[in-house]
């Protein structure tokens, strides 16, 4: 069989890249419509390669992308990233910054990444079937590679030990439900001096048991009030794109965080940035249609160079027309509004991420790191490292 005959048309039907894997090495010739800095997949290939134990197997990663991996011997065929749903170039901006990708490198996966089509999990598991039956001969069906016997019979187990597991509910009740009311109140309606005086005068919260592991069972507990939150701004008038980008955001730092003190810290400011952000719409009524599209537009793109001209095309005003009703409705002019959103965004950056202050300054386009640190400390007192570092020993 001409196998790189194969590949490279399945690399063309599909428009994903395909590459051979041979005795635990990449092969040079990789079959691609689209042109990477470097192959995502080198990212993920020890751990991805471990993992794949099955001749038909995905590869999930963190950020929401999967690879299909197919395995014969000594040999390995890998196709992908793939994504079941289309990302936004902002939003592949921030998954790539948060993912360690440099600030050099952003701009090329950016582009590869929105070239390449979307596939539902089915969609590619038969394609994987075909392949591998060409390649192998093996014939398998979805069943086969999604569903394992073993988890099922896990899952079974797991389920019998609970209802046989006698607890006390008078001794470990839940006491969540009235705190997570009065929480998701409080978000919605932008609260900000309700939640602290929420979090300094509750008494400690029991969400039942979710996990084993004490880190696992923190990590749970945020992914369920992330989504309940996530509802909640879209309840309050938060755009569903910014909310949802927003969840995605939080829930894949969430599974980076590998302390308590950590997963402390992140959902704190997970809830009070919900909150700022919903308050600043909910801030925004009071402003005609015009201006609040403004708003929203320095907003979103709050880590690009953006222009007064390009916010007054964004509304169809002039510049001047635009600066003078911004002015006249917000009290500020559009130029100190835009560098506000800008150091909002710097301090969210510095404390909800591992980003160096280097790396923050360029992706919120700042001239230089100095120049960064010099406008932050005369705004706020303090340079981003202390602020980062007072911010860390407030949450513990």
Not at 180 to 191: A, M
Request: proline residues 4%; contains cysteine.
């Amino acid at each position: 069989m001409d196998l790189p005959y194969v590949l490279a048309n399945l690399a063309s039907l599909t428009g994903l890249p395909v590459r051979k894997r041979e005795d635990g090495y990449l092969l040079n010739t990789r079959y691609s419509v689209v042109s990477f800095p470097f192959d995502p997949f080198s990212l993920h290939m020890d751990k991805a390669m471990t993992d794949a134990s099955a001749s038909v197997s995905f590869f999930f990663t963190k950020d929401s992308f999967y690879y299909g991996i197919l395995k014969k011997g000594r040999e390995a065929i890998v196709i992908g990233p793939v994504s079941q749903v289309p990302y936004s170039p902002s939003r592949l901006r921030d998954v790539l910054f948060r993912s360690g990708v440099s600030n050099n490198d952003i701009p090329g996966f950016i582009q590869s990444f929105s070239a390449l089509p979307t596939y539902p999990l089915l969609a590619m598991g038969r394609i994987l079937l075909r392949v591998n039956y060409i390649w192998s001969g093996e014939k398998l069906t979805l069943s086969d590679v999604l569903i394992k016997e073993e988890n099922q019979n896990r899952i079974l187990d797991d389920l019998v030990k609970q209802k046989e597991e006698k607890v006390e509910k008078s001794v470990f009740p839940h006491n969540t439900y009235f705190r997570e009311r009065k929480l998701l109140s409080y978000i919605k309606d932008g609260d900000i001096a309700a939640l602290h005086r929420l979090f300094q005068s509750e008494r400690p919260v029991r969400a039942g048991t979710m996990a084993q592991s004490p880190i696992r069972q923190r990590k749970n507990t945020i992914i369920v009030t992330i989504s309940l939150v996530s509802r909640a701004c879209i309840e309050g008038g938060m755009g569903v794109e910014e909310a949802r980008s927003l969840s995605d955001s939080y829930l894949q730092q969430c599974e980076r965080r590998n302390s308590i003190p950590e997963l402390q810290n992140l959902n704190y400011h997970r809830i009070m940035d919900y909150a700022q952000k919903r308050g600043e719409i909910k801030g925004t009524d009071k402003y005609s249609a015009t201006i609040r599209k403004a708003i929203a537009f320095v907003q979103h793109n709050v880590n690009k160079k953006i222009t007064a001209r390009e916010v007054a095309e964004e509304v169809y005003l002039s510049p001047n027309r635009l600066e003078i009703r911004f002015k006249e409705e917000t009290g500020i002019t559009l130029h100190d509004f835009r560098r506000e959103k800008k150091r909002e965004e710097a301090k969210r950056l510095l404390l909800s991420t591992r980003q160096t202050i280097e790396e923050i300054s360029i992706y919120l386009c700042f001239s230089s790191p100095s120049y960064f640190q010099n406008v932050f400390k005369k705004e706020f007192g303090l340079t981003p490292r202390q602020f980062r570092e007072n911010g860390l020993k407030a949450a513990d």
